[in-house]
């Protein structure tokens, strides 16, 4: 069990560094976390949902993303309320108060995954989670040193030198341990070193004065392309007014307070030429090429924000030149209205931006899935992306419909196809899912666009086109023929095309995808920890 001193340790990053190195020195691993606090999630196979954290995990591991790998999932909705997900299921919609009531209840859940995932693997790492001192939340504790008991598993506890105060982080999380609790802490890790190693030598001799635990290692800091825990993520700070080259193509996603899966946008920010930035204030919006409005936990409550902060106000005068594409909760903004009349959310009923003639209902289910599909003969400015392959994952409480306006209506963006949970978790047998037929997916209509799709960009035809398509427009060289729609000039086209791709295929055969660029990764950060750990005590700890 990999815990730390304080959330931002790096335990997300040094568990899939670990399980690399186990799965390449030919063990089957899996990763587990029994809990975990995040609006960055994924939907798997089956239709369940769970932390993005994780699925890169697995990825590392070599092994399909299961929601038996965080089988408690908490999703802030406000500042003391967060919906609760068990097994890949919402179970609702839970003050912290109501929470610690039942959490107890939750434990044969969490062993019962854990016992699963035993089954198909000889050694699981698992994730704590913040720091397993927070004394007032010691009493029932599965997360930490609680779980570490349940299961009889040995700890490596990491701290993070690059805040400073490291030696202190340490030496008070083992001194505030209970005597058996510090014995299972077998190794120490210091995380995010920057500079040489030899200059902390005397600090970790010293340190051996205060304790006689053993370090594991010294990991130096090193810049990685993976998905982060979103409540740590630093790019979610960034600020500007916009692209600083003249040829960058300037992307703004907006920094909505209950911003979800931002990690969708990390394709695009891998590109050269591109510069994405998350905005949270209006007077930086600018005029960028693309306005993004990513997923949100709380769409009425953001939507609402986004009045209040004068960001809608920035964004309808820029959407009339910038292109603009709502994602999920910002698909759903982007319509005329969201009515929750169960209060799935924060309830009541919310004007939307108006921008799409959509309006979204908001019921007790919570649609999650895979899907794939192909986009529509769109119109307009968007006629470049039509017939592309679209593929992703759905997670969202509304469903949207078409309004149509006497003789007008709006485009749909595609059709989608794909498989999805079919019964409750607790009674579904493994791979037990059903298929689901084709069904529109999103809207356009002028410069804006929205869909349902989490991953979106990581389609290399998608992303490729559309980012050529916004290097077009800023260079005056995209023909539209239908450009700078407003919403009354949206003509109705629900019909299908066919189109084929192999005009595009020779030009992107040598793009990386998101997969190999994730893989690539991880064989760096394996790497790294190979050199900087001390695998014979780690293998000593393990029991191998």
């Known amino acids: 069990m990999i815990q730390g001193t304080m959330s931002g340790a790096g335990k997300s990053i040094l568990t899939a560094g670990i399980l690399r190195v186990l799965r390449q020195d030919g063990y089957r691993v899996a990763p587990f976390k029994s809990q975990n606090m995040a609006l960055n999630s994924y939907v798997t196979r089956e239709g369940l949902e769970m932390g993005r954290a994780q699925v890169v995990q697995a990825a590392a591991a070599g092994m399909e993303p299961s929601a038996d790998m965080n089988p408690i999932l908490l ?23 109501d929470y610690y009531k039942v959490k107890k209840s939750l434990v044969p859940d969490i062993l ?66 209970r005597p058996e609790e510090r014995a299972r802490v077998k190794g120490l890790i210091i995380n ?68 979800s899966n931002y990690t969708d946008f990390a394709p ?21 090429d693309l306005i993004i409005l990513p997923g949100t936990k709380n769409s009425i409550g953001d939507l609402r924000w986004l009045r209040e902060s004068g960001m809608e106000a920035r ?27 169960l209060g799935s959310e924060t309830g009541g009923t919310e004007d939307g931006l108006g921008l799409l003639p959509v309006e979204t209902l908001f019921s007790a289910d919570k649609y999650t899935r895979q899907v794939h599909g192909t986009a529509r003969q769109l119109p307009g400015v968007w006629a470049p992306l039509s017939g592309l392959p679209v593929s992703g994952y759905e997670i969202h409480m509304g469903r949207t ?21 079919a019964m409750p978790a607790e009674e579904m047998p493994d791979g037990a899912v059903t298929l689901v037929e084709e069904a529109p997916d999103g809207a356009v209509c002028g410069n804006v666009l929205g869909t349902y799709l989490h991953g979106i960009f990581d389609e290399t035809p998608f992303r490729s086109a559309l980012i050529d398509l916004l290097r077009k427009r800023k260079e005056g060289t995209c023909p539209e023929a239908e450009a700078f729609h407003t919403l009354t000039g949206c003509d109705t086209d629900l019909s299908g095309v066919e189109c084929t791709l192999s005009r595009r295929e020779s030009a992107l055969s040598g793009i990386e995808s998101a997969r190999q660029i994730q893989d690539r990764q991880l064989d760096m950060l394996a790497d790294v920890l190979r050199e900087s750990l001390d695998w014979e005590l780690i293998y000593r700890a393990i029991g191998i």
């Open 315 to 341: 964004i309808r005068d820029a959407a009339g030149r910038s292109l603009l594409i709502g994602i999920c909760g910002g698909f759903q903004m982007l319509g005329r209205r969201i009515l929750d009349p």
């Open 268 to 288: 695009l920010e891998r590109l050269p030429g591109v510069t994405v930035r998350y905005v949270a204030e209006a007077s930086l919006l600018g005029q960028p």
């Open 401 to 421: 419909e078409y309004l149509a306006d006497g003789d007008k209506g709006t485009f749909v963006f595609a059709e989608l196809a794909g498989m999805e949970n």
């Open 112 to 177: 019962a995954a854990y016992e699963r995932l035993r089954e198909r693997a000889d050694i699981i790492v698992i994730e704590g989670a913040g720091s397993p001192v927070e004394i007032n939340l010691r009493e029932g504790d599965f997360v930490n040193m609680g779980l570490a008991e349940m299961v009889d598993a040995p700890v490596l506890l990491a701290g993070n030198i690059d805040p400073g105060g490291v030696f202190a982080q340490l030496l008070g999380t083992i001194q505030l341990l």
């Open 192 to 259: 995010k070193f920057r500079g040489d190693v030899s200059l902390l030598q005397p600090g970790l001799d010293m340190f051996a004065e205060y304790c006689d635990i053993p370090f594991a290692g010294v990991v130096p800091w090193i810049r990685l392309d993976l998905d982060e825990e979103d409540s740590m993520s630093e790019k979610l700070a960034g600020r500007g007014a916009g692209a600083g080259a003249d040829t960058s193509v300037d992307i703004a996603v907006i920094r909505l307070p209950y911003i």
């Open 75 to 97: 999703k802030p909705m406000g500042d003391t309320t967060s919906q609760v997900i068990v097994n890949g299921r919402p179970i609702g919609k839970m003050r912290a108060a």
